[in-house]
């Protein structure tokens, strides 16, 4: 299976919105609504910031969104602040049982 | 609070068998629903699935990584375990076990996270 797709980086200045890309294929992002994102900072585990493509689970900022259209899912994070500077990953459940991660994004906050 | 405690050898030495165990506390591991699995890092990398095991013993496993890896659950001490054999190099990071749903499409709880060095 190969990774989802994820722009190498993205930045953006405070108070600002950017938005992650990633894309998949019809076997796994296009086919299921189960799409995930995760907020990593240096040295630290992954934290869920996004699940079923556009649900935040409790505790997380309604700054974060996430959707899906085709075989690309987003997740965008308005007024930025400079904590949300990190990296973050998708994933998606495939059509063989299996899960697959995104090559990850990290983010500058200017 | 659920709980991950990611515990085994730090250095393996190439050609043999990764083996690492996830105590689970604050929680039972025969839970229904939750998927437990192992997630690697290498260094300066993006996240790699390895596998997940489901509460009732049904296995899932990255394709790429199928032939060399092996998880198992042992309900009685609330732990699941990762093996993987005929390391290399490449082999070397950062281990997470975890929890999640979807076969860990979402994982709520994370472990710290441990780091395997494969060398001789």
């Known amino acids: 299976q190969s990774a989802l797709t994820q722009p190498a980086s993205v930045s953006g200045s405070p108070g600002q919105s950017i938005t992650i890309s990633c894309t998949g294929t019809s076997s796994d992002v296009g086919d299921y609504n189960y799409v995930s994102w995760y907020q990593q900072h240096p040295g630290k585990a992954p934290k869920l910031m996004i699940y079923d493509v556009s649900k935040r689970p409790s505790g997380v900022s309604n700054r974060f969104s996430g959707s899906k259209s085709g075989n690309t899912a987003s997740l965008t994070i308005s007024g930025l602040q400079p904590e949300d500077e990190a990296d973050y990953y998708c994933s998606s459940y495939t059509s063989s049982n299996t899960v697959v991660f995104g090559g990850g994004t990290k983010l500058t906050v200017l | 609070q659920l709980q991950l405690q990611e515990s085994g050898p730090g250095l393996v030495k190439p050609s043999e068998t990764l083996s690492l165990t996830c105590t689970v506390s604050g929680g039972s591991i025969s839970s229904s629903s939750y998927y437990w699995g192992w997630i690697r890092q290498s260094p300066g990398k993006g996240l790699e699935w390895i596998g997940s095991?489901?509460?009732?013993?049904?296995?899932y496993y990255n394709p790429s990584l199928k032939s060399r890896v092996t998880i198992s659950v042992d309900t009685s001490k609330n732990q699941f375990s990762l093996k993987l054999s005929s390391v290399t190099a490449a082999d070397t990071a950062v281990y997470y076990c975890?929890?999640?749903?979807?076969?860990?499409?979402?994982?709520?709880?994370w472990g710290q996270g441990t780091l395997v060095t494969v060398s001789s």
């Open positions: 095991i489901y509460y009732s013993g049904s296995t």
């Open positions: 975890a929890r999640g749903y979807i076969v860990a499409t979402t994982i709520d709880y």
